[in-house]
């Protein structure tokens, strides 16, 4: 049974979360079906809402985004227009009633949807197991690269914010740094299954973009349109001769793409064929929506 605080600001919500066994509570879409399925058990809950990182403001030539801004606040702001891909993939993120209660550093650090990850009957090897049962099993929606877990990231964020230049924030009791929202992920080794770089006690407080690309462009395939987590998504931006290509669902972590070759690196599975073709087709879209 996990108790409940609200803190009055940040400094006492990251006092609070630096306590052993303390999550972080946004929108909790994601945290409350980790709990349900036994994935986190949670001592302590710290509500962020009043922790004052609700905001979305110009920033020398560009914008900051707080960690608890929703989803559909991101995408319904004038500020991100100019920002094409991130606009398009926050409006595109699961459904409308998630993305109403979804925060932005919630959908960055979401785990995987992979079903034996989820699944209350597996042990995985991302939950610490020794198996990575989809490696033998269904393995259709999972990803391209070889490795111990095969799981996909499903964030729609992760790949459009990547490819326009963002900076993630982060801050705990003891500091704060700052690092390129790549780099906010890492592969799961044997002595180290988390697929965050996050130390404990480590919170995202919120996402820097700087200036807007001079073209950008977001492209998923989902199931359906709505309430779909993506399959493969791809984000392409468009900074004088720079191009950035960056893809989720094809790797534990957004992948940054070789827009020369974008399919390096992705040999894929026996089932997974079609996540080769559908990535291919998706660059091409999203290389060609820059023109």
Not at 91 to 104: D, F, I
Request: glycine residues 10%.
């Amino acid at each position: 049974m996990s108790t409940y605080a609200r803190p009055a600001g940040l400094d006492e919500a990251l006092a609070l979360l630096a306590g052993d066994g303390a999550a972080p509570l946004g929108g909790g879409t994601d945290l409350a079906g980790q709990v349900d399925r036994g994935i986190r058990e949670p001592s302590l809950l710290v509500d962020l809402r009043d922790a004052g990182l609700g905001a979305i403001d110009a920033a020398d030539a560009g914008l900051r985004v707080g960690a608890t801004v929703t989803l559909a606040e991101l995408a319904a702001s004038p500020l991100i227009e100019p920002y094409a891909a991130v606009s398009h993939a926050a409006s595109l993120a699961a459904s409308p009633l998630l993305r109403n209660a979804g925060t932005v550093g919630g959908n960055l650090c979401q785990h995987t949807r992979c079903w034996y990850y989820r699944g209350e009957e597996w042990h995985c090897w991302l939950g610490g197991g020794d198996t990575c049962y989809a490696q033998i099993g269904d393995h259709r929606r999972h990803n391209l690269e070889p490795g111990d877990c095969i799981s996909a990231h499903p964030s729609d964020l992760a790949p459009a914010l990547a490819a326009c230049g963002a900076v993630v924030e982060l801050r705990s009791a003891s500091g704060a740094r700052e690092l390129p929202l790549l780099e906010l992920y890492r592969r799961p080794t044997e002595d180290n299954r988390s697929l965050l770089t996050l130390a404990p006690g480590e919170l995202v407080v919120g996402v820097r973009l700087p200036a807007p690309p001079d073209a950008s462009a977001y492209e998923r395939l989902g199931e359906r349109a709505a309430f779909s987590f993506p399959l493969v998504s791809v984000a392409a931006a468009r900074s004088g001769q720079e191009t950035r290509l960056v893809a989720a669902g094809v790797a534990n972590v957004p992948r940054a793409l070789d827009p020369a070759d974008p399919m390096a690196g992705l040999p894929g599975n026996p089932q997974t064929g079609w996540k080769r073709r559908a990535l291919e087709t998706l660059v091409e879209r999203a290389l060609a929506a820059l023109a």
